[in-house]
T-cell receptor, first 113, second 116 residues
Framework: AQSVSQHNHHVILSEAASLELGCNYS??????LFWYVQYPGQHLQLLLK??????LVKGIKGFEAEFIKSKFSFNLRKPSVQWSDTAEYFC???????????FGSGTQLTVLP | SAVISQKPSRDICQRGTSLTIQCQVD?????MFWYRQQPGQSLTLIAT?????????ESGFVIDKFPISRPNLTFSTLTVSNMSPEDSSIYLC?????????????FGPGTRLTVL
C-alpha cells in the first residue's frame, strides 16, 4: 500500500524566510503528486500538482515543488513566506487504478509577522 | 473543476445516535470519496462510492458503522451510526474531476461533527 511521509510536523518561520517542506512516498510506479493547503477554518485547496513532464512545478501564491523520482520525493518550496501562508499543508499521492488519494500527516506552518 | 457542497456544515450529537451527511456535486462524476480528518490528524479515506455499486471500504471502516448511499451521479450520503466521542471528526466528501481534471480531486468544505 502507498504511504506518504511528511517529515516536519510543525514549522515556525518569520516573514520573508524561505520554506521547504519535505514529502516522500513509497510507491515505485507511476504517481500523481499533490500539495494541498488548509487555511484556518477553511476547506482543502489545491496548491499544485505534478502529473508528468517538467519535474519542477509551480503553483498558486508563489509555491513550487520539485519531483525527484530517484528519491521518491516531492518537496514544497517558497522563497519568501508571508504571514498569510500560515496554514496546514498536506502532501498527497494518487496511484494505481483506484483513483484514491493517500495523504501525508500534514505540516502546520506558522509564519510570524 | 467540481464544486462540492456538504450538509450539515457542523453538528453536535449525543452518543448512540446517528447522523447522515449529504454531499452534492455540481456536475456528474464517476467516483465520490469520503474522508475523515480527526482532530490534529491527516485525512483518512473511509470509502469510495461509485454510482450503481456497493461502496468500497478501507481497512478499519465497515458498512454497518458508515453506511453510504450513491443514488445518482451528483449525490452521496455518509451516515455515522451509533456515534461515540471517538467519531468526533471532520468528514469530507471529494470527487475526481472530469476531462483534463480527471486526476485531480476536489473537496467539499467538510462537516465538523462533535459527539458528546
Amino acid at each position: 500500500a502507498q504511504s506518504v511521509s511528511q517529515h516536519n510536523h510543525h514549522v515556525i518561520l518569520s516573514e520573508a524566510a524561505s520554506l521547504e517542506l519535505g514529502c516522500n512516498y513509497s510507491y515505485g510506479g507511476t504517481v500523481n503528486l499533490f500539495w494541498y493547503v488548509q487555511y484556518p477554518g477553511q476547506h482543502l485547496q489545491l496548491l499544485l500538482k505534478y502529473f508528468s513532464g517538467d519535474p519542477l512545478v509551480k503553483g498558486i501564491k508563489g509555491f513550487e515543488a520539485e519531483f525527484i523520482k530517484s528519491k521518491f520525493s516531492f518537496n514544497l518550496r517558497k522563497p519568501s513566506v508571508q504571514w498569510s501562508d500560515t496554514a496546514e499543508y498536506f502532501c498527497a499521492v494518487l496511484s494505481g487504478s483506484a483513483r484514491q488519494l493517500t495523504f501525508g500527516s500534514g505540516t502546520q506552518l506558522t509564519v510570524l509577522p | 473543476s467540481a464544486v462540492i457542497s456538504q450538509k450539515p456544515s457542523r453538528d453536535i450529537c449525543q452518543r448512540g445516535t446517528s447522523l447522515t451527511i449529504q454531499c452534492q456535486v455540481d456536475s456528474q462524476v464517476t467516483m465520490m470519496f469520503w474522508y475523515r480528518q480527526q482532530p490534529g490528524q491527516s485525512l483518512t479515506l473511509i470509502a469510495t462510492a461509485n454510482q450503481g455499486s456497493e461502496a468500497t471500504y478501507e481497512s478499519g471502516f465497515v458498512i454497518d458503522k458508515f453506511p453510504i448511499s450513491r443514488p445518482n451521479l451528483t449525490f452521496s450520503t455518509l451516515t455515522v451510526s451509533n456515534m461515540s466521542p471517538e467519531d468526533s471528526s471532520i468528514y469530507l466528501c471529494s470527487t475526481n474531476g472530469a476531462g483534463r481534471s480527471y486526476n485531480e480531486q476536489f473537496f467539499g468544505p467538510g462537516t465538523r461533527l462533535t459527539v458528546l
